[in-house]
């Protein structure tokens, strides 16, 4: 009678750890749906910011152009300040592209590693 009590809880603990295991890697998938999914949502939006942001520089540009040109009376003029204007800028930013670069990365890992300690704080509550 003892060995066929144990035998029964030996089937139930293989069962329970069978479900235990099948839950786990469930648990996992979500986990890892989510965590891809917020960061498929992340790289959208970030795409849409800096598409947005560039548009509205884009714009800004030919309107200082256009406003020269207006100012000096002759629209050539203009667009050619405001070329010298982007080519001193890209010269500044060349010069300088690895403090641009190491500041960008930067704020990408803040970024990042801020979304994760808000996260936890979240699974915490």
Known sequence: MMQENKEKTLEELFSDAKIYLETRAEYTRFYLLEKVSRLVAD?????????CFILAFLFAVITLALFLGELLNSYAAGFGIVTLLLVVIAVVVNAMKDKVETSIINIAIKKYFTKIADKDDEEKI
């Open 43 to 51: 790289i959208i939006t970030n795409t849409f910011m800096i598409i």
